[in-house]
């Protein structure tokens, strides 16, 4: 007999005959013999209507409120759930997270998990419960309602897998699993069997959605491995794992993020510490810069560009504006968002020259100018204009995975 985890997202419960299909799926598990905890999402676009309910009120409300709102989403689905697999004739269980042991810090919208007390999770399975747990959400040492970040369910699961020490974690989707690209996007994408820890993650930072970043952190972390499949097809996914097998391509896949927007600060006098200054006024509020760019100083001035989330966008420019552009003379700020990031993710570039070669030689065969560049060891990524992102991934995708 074994534990098995099993989340379904948002478009795997939207409406009652998929959550019928959900109970079809964990019943067929528990039949076996197995025990088993699901992770549930709130039901298709919930999450994103409540926000749209608040933002009616007020743009940017308090982030104790948000959250408050924002987990009453997962509390529907997992009490219909319930009722789903007990209509089947099976035991179940609606737990929201903090009653299935969920303890997070106290930053509102974006907690992290300290820890899971796996007590009353364990009561549940030895009374023979089928447990089915809200994900995205946990309770802070206040006793108030927090919640984990968009996409936090995948979190959710697997850190009950970590401390439940689960034999199998499932990510339940609403695609076959990890492809070379987004399949919604690209035709041709094709799923991978397998895809490890460290190239998953680049992907999933660098914009595919398929899996949150936090939780491929996690599953690294405590060796978790992890199947993504589709909740909708009866077919194996894609293993998610430290060590893969050699891949005959040299990267396992490209993906695109444009909630962001390119920052510049212009006629930065070419002086030490200045870098050190103006970034020390963002890290100070917790907002990460990703790609930075800096001129090469001349008439005695340089420039510096960077990149950041969208949703920090505003707060940046404020407070660079106030705390440091006021305080020299000539420095001007100013902020584009009509830019892209497109990264190529495969730990086979380690040993292969000329990947970052063939990427800007599809790109220019395209057309498409490059503004920014930043590398890894396992990823090459480019800031682009937004509106040639799509043909900025199909070309690199035929490049890089030609037709057989
Ligand atoms: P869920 O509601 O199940 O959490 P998400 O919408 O968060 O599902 O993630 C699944 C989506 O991720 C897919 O529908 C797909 O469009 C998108 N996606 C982006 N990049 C990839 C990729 N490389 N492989 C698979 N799916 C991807
Ligand atoms: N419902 C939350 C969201 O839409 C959490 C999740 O789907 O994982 O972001
Ligand atoms: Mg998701």
Redesign the pocket.
């Known amino acids: 007999m074994s534990l098995i985890v099993q989340k379904?997202?948002?478009?795997?419960v939207k409406d009652t005959e998929h959550l019928m299909n959900v109970a079809r799926i964990v019943t067929d598990t528990y039949k076996k013999g197995n025990d088993v905890v699901v992770v549930v999402?709130a039901q298709g676009d919930t999450t994103d209507d409540l926000i749209a309910k608040y933002k009616e009120i007020d743009s940017n409300p308090s982030e104790r409120e948000r959250d408050m709102l924002l987990a009453a989403g997962e509390q529907i689905s997992i009490s219909l759930l319930a009722m789903a697999i007990q209509s089947l004739g099976y035991p179940a269980v609606s737990l929201l997270g903090w009653q299935a042991g969920f303890s997070t810090t106290s930053s509102h919208t974006r907690a992290r998990i300290k820890k899971v007390d796996t007590t009353r999770l364990k009561n549940e399975i030895a009374r023979k419960n089928i447990v089915v747990v809200a994900g995205f959400q946990g309770m802070d040492k206040y006793d108030d309602l927090t919640t984990l970040g968009r996409?936090g369910?995948?979190t959710s699961a697997v850190a009950i897998a970590a401390a439940m020490g689960a034999d199998l974690c499932q990510?339940?989707?609403?695609?076959e699993?990890?492809?070379?690209?987004?399949?919604?996007?690209v035709p041709n994408?094709h799923k991978l069997d397998e895809i490890s820890y460290g190239e998953m993650l680049e992907?999933a930072s660098l914009?595919?959605?398929?899996?949150?970043n936090r939780s491929v952190e996690l599953a690294k972390k405590y060796n978790i491995e992890l199947e993504?499949l589709s909740?909708l097809t009866n077919k194996p996914g894609t293993i998610v794992k430290e060590k893969t097998k050699m891949e005959k391509f040299l990267i396992s896949?490209?993906?695109k993020d444009d909630d962001i927007v390119r920052i510049s600060v212009t006629n930065i006098p070419d002086e030490p510490g200045l870098a050190f200054k103006l970034f020390s006024v963002l890290s100070a509020k917790g907002i990460n810069v990703d790609i930075i760019l800096q001129s090469i100083g001349r008439d005695k001035s340089k420039d510096i560009s960077f990149t950041i989330n969208k949703d920090n966008a505003e707060t940046a420019m404020a407070l660079l504006e106030k705390n440091f552009v006021s305080r020299y003379d000539d420095v001007k700020i100013s902020m584009n968002d009509n830019v892209a990031k497109i990264s190529i993710v495969g730990s086979g570039m380690e040993s292969h020259a000329g990947v970052a070669t063939d990427m800007f030689e599809a790109l220019f065969d395209a057309n498409i100018n490059i503004h920014m560049i930043s590398t890894s060891e396992i990823k090459i990524s480019v800031l682009i204009r937004k509106e040639y992102a799509d043909k900025a991934i199909s070309v690199l995708h035929d490049k890089f995975f030609p037709a057989e």
């Open positions: 379904f997202g948002g478009s795997s999402s996409g369910s995948d990510i339940f989707t609403d695609v699993g990890v492809f070379t690209a987004d399949p919604r996007k994408a992907l914009g595919a959605q398929v899996l949150n993504v909740s896949g490209i993906a």
